[in-house]
């Protein structure tokens, strides 16, 4: 469970950018031999509107609101390890993101998402990577499209110093087809910077880049995790 502050996000259906803060991120897995089963969320979703960038859209309510807050997006799936050999595993992901946001508050949409992924795995002594692509169908908030096709990937790294635990990630998504994207379904790329000190018992921070202009500019997250 842990928090994060963000700064330049933007939230696309209420057409404005600001800094956001999230409450209560939390991520549970239980793993059963070759399956894993997953469950994450945000507890609540706190935002400032520093500027406006786009009118917004018609389903939101009183657009002129400086600050609004609203329970994060939530997200069920399941891991199935396919194939182990030598510390290399292929990996297929599979699941959806529940229509749990408000889409009169306007900070995300109020729409269901599916999403199916294959990756890989590689470890070696202290050092892991992780590469994974896959498909989302994304719910949209727009009359003119029922849904949007987006390229899910991403890329990371880690390697253990006894305890300490560095990595880093790249991770988002993409719609070519439609060049600038639908209202709230924009395109998004993160770099993620990890410092992890434990390993059964662990404290966690994440900072945050940007690479989309609908993801925030910088950011930072601080988690506390343990695995029974």
Same mark, same amino acid.
């Given at each position: 469970? +842990?928090?994060? *502050?963000? #700064?330049?996000?933007? #939230?696309? $259906?209420?057409? =404005?950018?600001?800094?956001?803060?999230?409450?209560?991120?939390?991520?549970?897995?239980?793993? !059963?031999?070759?399956?894993?089963?997953? /469950? #994450?969320?945000?507890?609540?979703?706190?935002?400032? /509107? %520093?500027?406006?960038? #786009?009118?917004?859209?018609? *389903?939101?309510?009183? $657009?002129?609101?400086? *600050?609004?807050?609203?329970? &994060?997006?939530?997200?069920?799936?399941?891991?199935?390890?396919?194939?182990? =050999?030598? @510390? =290399?595993?292929?990996?297929?992901?599979?699941?959806?993101?529940? $229509?749990?946001?408000?889409?009169?508050?306007? !900070?995300?949409?109020?729409?269901?998402?599916?999403?199916?992924?294959?990756?890989?795995?590689?470890?070696? &002594? =202290?050092?892991?990577?992780?590469?994974?692509?896959?498909? @989302?169908?994304? &719910?949209?908030?727009?009359?003119?499209?029922?849904?949007?096709?987006?390229?899910?990937?991403?890329?990371? /790294?880690?390697?253990?110093? @006894?305890? !300490?635990?560095?990595?880093?990630?790249?991770?988002?998504?993409?719609?070519?087809?439609?060049? $600038? +994207?639908?209202?709230?379904?924009?395109?998004?790329?993160?770099?993620?910077?990890?410092?992890?000190?434990?390993? %059964?018992r662990w404290a966690r921070l994440t900072i945050v880049r940007g690479l989309a202009p609908y993801s925030p500019? !910088? @950011? /930072?997250?601080?988690?506390? &995790?343990?695995?029974?």
């Amino acid at each position: 469970m +842990g928090v994060g *502050v963000y #700064a330049d996000q933007r #939230a696309s $259906p209420v057409g =404005a950018e600001g800094l956001l803060v999230e409450v209560g991120m939390v991520r549970l897995q239980w793993r !059963l031999d070759r399956v894993a089963f997953e /469950a #994450a969320g945000t507890v609540w979703r706190w935002f400032e /509107a %520093r500027r406006r960038f #786009a009118d917004p859209l018609s *389903v939101v309510e009183d $657009p002129s609101a400086r *600050v609004r807050s609203d329970v &994060g997006d939530f997200r069920i799936g399941t891991i199935v390890t396919v194939a182990e =050999a030598r @510390g =290399a595993s292929v990996l297929l992901r599979f699941g959806t993101r529940l $229509p749990t946001t408000d889409d009169a508050v306007g !900070l995300e949409r109020d729409r269901t998402d599916f999403f199916a992924t294959i990756g890989g795995r590689l470890a070696r &002594g =202290a050092f892991a990577a992780t590469l994974e692509t896959g498909l @989302g169908i994304q &719910g949209t908030v727009e009359s003119q499209y029922d849904q949007v096709d987006v390229w899910l990937y991403s890329a990371a /790294a880690e390697y253990q110093w @006894g305890a !300490l635990t560095t990595g880093i990630a790249l991770v988002g998504h993409t719609d070519g087809l439609r060049g $600038p +994207g639908v209202r709230g379904n924009e395109n998004l790329s993160e770099l993620q910077a990890d410092l992890r000190i434990g390993r %059964r018992r662990w404290a966690r921070l994440t900072i945050v880049r940007g690479l989309a202009p609908y993801s925030p500019r !910088l @950011g /930072a997250a601080v988690s506390l &995790g343990l695995a029974i």
